[in-house]
């Protein structure tokens, strides 16, 4: 733990103060009041007995999710900012009545709807990664529901992530398909992100590095901040 720390830390702090400079503020900048207390609702896409895409060498989808995830919680907690994660590790509580995964995949998204819609002033970060059967599709693409702000943190989102991490991507922010409960039932603004393709080599070599996957963590970060904050320009 110790040796954990001596190196995660530096560098998660190295990483969240120079993308700060996106969000146009420190930590101890006073923000806006706005009508509720923004709150940052991360939702690491799967899990329990859901592992989303699958790369060809076994990397699962739900893994990767909630490691990004577990970052941006502790990168928001450093700022300060109030988070509630759908999940905090690798296993789902489902209800007796779900005996099958279908079943589950059910439950698990009607309890996350109702976590998010009860949370006053959430914004809903929804963390996924992409796949496709040839391996050439690659990059970060973001997604955004209808409710008002979602596409505009959308587009702000994929504008710092693409500036960032991948200055060679061409996907833009785009609306959410309307079969993705979570995105379709959410009553705040939310996006959810397509951090890379596991079908691709070189996303999948980067997404499964620590350090690239808290650089994602700082960017979404400050993308939000900019977002709550109204310091975009």
Request: charge should be negative.
């Amino acid at each position: 733990m110790t040796r954990f720390i001596k190196w995660w830390f530096p560098l998660a702090a190295a990483v969240v103060l120079a993308v700060a400079a996106l969000a146009g503020q420190g930590p101890d900048a006073p923000a806006e009041s706005p009508a509720a207390e923004p709150v940052l609702v991360i939702d690491a896409g799967h899990g329990g007995a859901d592992g989303g895409a699958l790369a060809a060498d076994g990397t699962e989808e739900s893994d990767i999710n909630l490691d990004i995830a577990l970052r941006l919680q502790a990168l928001a907690a450093f700022w300060g900012e109030r988070t509630v994660m759908t999940r905090s590790d690798a296993s789902i509580d489902y209800p007796g009545e779900a005996d099958t995964i279908s079943a589950k995949k059910i439950a698990d998204q009607h309890a996350r709807v109702g976590l998010v819609n009860s949370t006053p002033g959430a914004v809903l970060v929804s963390i996924h990664q992409n796949k496709y059967p040839a391996a050439s599709p690659h990059g970060i693409q973001v997604f955004y529901g209808a409710v008002p702000g979602s596409e505009e943190l959308a587009k702000l989102a994929q504008a710092n992530l693409t500036g960032q991490l991948c200055p060679e991507n061409r996907r833009v922010a785009a609306p959410i398909d309307s079969s993705v409960y979570l995105m379709k039932n959410a009553r705040c603004a939310a996006i959810l992100v397509e951090c890379g393709f596991l079908s691709n080599p070189d996303d999948l070599g980067k997404l499964q590095t620590e350090p690239y996957r808290l650089k994602l963590a700082a960017v979404l970060l400050a993308s939000y901040l900019q977002y709550t904050r109204g310091t975009i320009t």
